[in-house]
């Protein structure tokens, strides 16, 4: 069965630290740009960032950029999302993604229709 799950979420005070995983079963996530989005209910899913499947370039939001930093691990077919500097406006359920094909090598797409597999999400709430 081919399925993302996303955990590492949680309660953290403000200027605090969070790194959240997203584990793939069922196919290679190497393969595959991945995307993490977030959302707040009754907002728009948000774009926080994506890693393209080949040589791992980064892109993010630029209400994160320089505090969230996304990584793989392909040995244990999992990408993280590393948060630091967390801040309350942080707080919101994050969904990790994989890019629907064809996939565009070196470069991973910024919009949640490029993707095509999703996970549960998990909630990360920053508050003092």
């Known amino acids: 069965q081919v399925q993302l799950v996303e955990s590492g979420g949680g309660l953290v005070q403000p200027g605090g630290s969070l790194r959240l995983s997203c584990a793939a079963s069922g196919f290679k996530l190497d393969y595959y740009g991945v995307g993490w989005f977030r959302q707040v209910p009754g907002k728009e899913r948000e774009g926080v960032g994506c890693?393209?499947?080949?040589?791992?370039?980064?892109r993010y939001a630029d209400s994160v950029k320089g505090r969230f930093t996304i990584s793989r691990d392909n040995t244990k077919n999992t990408v993280f999302l590393q948060m630091n500097s967390l801040k309350p406006d942080d707080t919101a359920v994050y969904y990790c993604?994989?890019?629907?094909?064809?996939?565009?090598?070196?470069?991973?797409?910024?919009?949640?229709?490029?993707?095509?597999?999703w996970g549960q999400g998990t909630q990360v709430t920053v508050s003092s």
């Open positions: 993604a994989s890019e629907r094909p064809p996939i565009r090598l070196g470069v991973c797409p910024q919009s949640a229709s490029a993707y095509a597999t």
């Open positions: 890693i393209a499947n080949s040589d791992g370039s980064t």
